[in-house]
Each structure stands twice: as structure tokens, then as C-alpha cells.
């Protein structure tokens, strides 16, 4: 392999790679991430689109168009994401307030619910052992109710 191609990964894909790293770790310091509410759903730890657009445009100095293209970049790359649909582009000329969100915090929300259930189920087993194995009937009969429903 040529000296810039190490494990096949071309030096201009590595420059490419560490620049999005970097514009990835630029947005996340410097955007406003927060818990945001539309309706009644709360989405944890979301930025706005049209801040996102405006930070790459600033700071990177470039047009509309291809901060948009770069900030997809980052969301094909799996870095961030729509908070409800994880295939919705950026898109050039956006109005609407879209939250997007970072992954890795995603995941760690997720992870951080998960433990939080954990620890109260095993909370609720030592405290009555009957009323949890009720719930866990109940949730049963529930997800076997909705599931009928849904078959309707």
C-alpha cells in the first residue's frame, strides 16, 4: 500500500474523518443543548436545526447549502440524529423548529432510563413482591390487548 493509504484508509478520508470529529465536538460545546418540549412529548438533549445551520455557516464561512450538506454529512456518519425519525435530512431553507440530537447522548438518556427502571423494579421487589409480579401480569394483558387492537 502507498505510504498515505495505512489499512486502506486514504489520507484525505482520515483528514475528512478527524475534521467532522472536530466539527462534531465544535457543535456540542457551543450549541444549545437542552431538554425540549413540542406538545406534550419532552425530547432530552436536543439542539435546533436552524442553530446547527447557522453555527457550521459562521464558523466554517461558508453558504447555506453546504453547511447543510456538511451537517448531513455528520448525520450519514451516525453522529447525530432527527429525534424522532433518524432518516430526516438538514435541509436548505428549513423554518420549522426540528430537534435533532446527538447520538451518543441518545444512548446515554436510554442507558441512563434503563438503570433508573432496573433500580425501581428491584426497589418495588423488596418493598411488596406481589404488587410487582401484578404489574408485570398487567403490563402483560396490556401489550397482548394493544397488540389485538392493532390487528383490528
Known amino acids: 500500500l502507498p505510504a498515505n ?26 450549541l444549545e443543548i437542552k431538554d425540549r418540549k413540542w406538545r406534550t412529548k419532552t425530547y432530552h438533549q436536543c439542539f435546533l436545526h436552524s442553530d446547527a445551520v447557522d453555527y ?12 447543510v450538506a456538511t451537517l448531513n454529512g455528520l448525520r450519514v ?17 428549513q423554518t420549522k423548529k426540528l430537534y435533532f440530537r446527538f447520538l451518543d447522548d441518545e444512548r ?22 406481589q404488587m410487582f409480579q401484578d404489574i408485570l401480569q398487567q403490563t402483560d394483558e396490556f401489550r397482548t390487548l394493544q397488540f389485538k387492537m392493532h390487528r383490528m
Open 108 to 129: 446515554s438518556h436510554v442507558r441512563q432510563q434503563k438503570q433508573k427502571a432496573a433500580s425501581n423494579n428491584e426497589f418495588l421487589k423488596l418493598i411488596n413482591p
Open 5 to 30: 493509504n495505512i489499512m486502506g484508509i486514504s489520507e484525505k478520508q482520515t483528514t475528512s474523518d478527524t475534521r467532522q470529529d472536530e466539527l462534531a465536538r465544535a457543535l456540542k460545546e457551543n
Open 77 to 93: 456518519e451516525e453522529c447525530i440524529q432527527h429525534v424522532v425519525d433518524p432518516h430526516k435530512p438538514f435541509q436548505v431553507g
Open 56 to 67: 457550521v455557516r459562521k464558523h466554517e464561512n461558508v453558504d447555506e447549502a453546504t453547511a
